[in-house]
């Protein structure tokens, strides 16, 4: 084997270990993600408490930006900026009926009208390990906090007790108004927790670069799939 040869087996086993190196050096980089559809659970109850109803139907799509810093073979942390657009039409319940006007229900339902979500989280994924230098398996987690701003129409209806001689007549007396959506999440100050506890899936193509799906909690609802990138530079 000559000499030139040899240099280059050298150059050649530097470079797959330096290219292997860098790889596992932290770097920052960029991330982004989009959420075709995202719903709150309705029947629990603490959903049902943050929203202060009794029922809740709402649903949406979010979409995420920001810096992360991390590892190609590792895991990595970031701050994102988070949108999340609540479809027109999702409502929050509030309603009863009671022994007094059995057939009429009471209270509150209030319809969603270009509503969003825009804030700030803090997000980490931590992989459990790294199959074939190809796949990693690991959770997404993190926490920040948004604001909420559109409209929220809400229908009232309570009931209203006349005499007709001696006898009783009830009838129902509806009321609308259109109010903030800083109202939307308890305590109403137009402040909403974010929050994310994500099962991942992420695929290594290339070095630097990933692509990750994942799906789970993100408060304040759930979603079944989410699909993102990172980019380390």
């Known amino acids: 084997m000559n000499v030139c040869r040899v240099a280059a087996i050298l150059v050649l086993c530097v470079s797959v270990w330096t290219g292997e190196a860098s790889a596992q050096e ?6 982004g993600s989009f959420v075709p559809t995202w719903t709150v659970p309705g029947d629990n109850p603490l959903f049902a408490m943050m929203f202060d109803a009794e029922s809740v139907d709402i649903s949406g799509s979010e979409f995420r930006i920001g810096f992360v810093r991390g590892r190609t073979f590792g895991g990595d942390w970031g701050v994102s900026f988070v949108r999340r657009k609540l479809k027109d039409g999702s409502t929050v319940s509030d309603v009863y009926t009671d022994d007094f006007a059995p057939n009429i229900e009471q209270g509150d339902v209030t319809t969603l009208r270009n509503v969003e979500i825009t804030g700030v989280e803090v997000h980490k994924f ?7 230098n190809r796949v990693q398996i690991g959770l997404i987690f993190g926490g920040g906090v948004g604001s909420s701003k559109g409209d929220l129409d809400t229908r009232s209806i309570s009931v209203n007790q006349n005499f007709v001689g001696n006898r009783p007549v009830i009838t129902p007396v509806e009321t609308r108004e259109t109010r ?3 109202e939307l999440v308890f305590p ?28 789970g909690l993100s408060f304040p609802g759930m979603h079944t799939f989410s699909v993102g990138g ?4």
């Open 26 to 31: 932290s770097s920052w980089g960029v991330s």
């Open 230 to 233: 990172v980019h380390l530079i």
């Open 126 to 132: 931590s992989p459990f390990g790294t199959i074939a």
């Open 188 to 215: 109403g100050n137009g402040l909403v927790p974010l929050g994310r506890l994500e099962l991942a899936v992420a695929g290594i193509i290339a070095p630097g670069f990933k692509v990750r799906a994942s799906g």
């Open 180 to 182: 903030d959506a800083k």
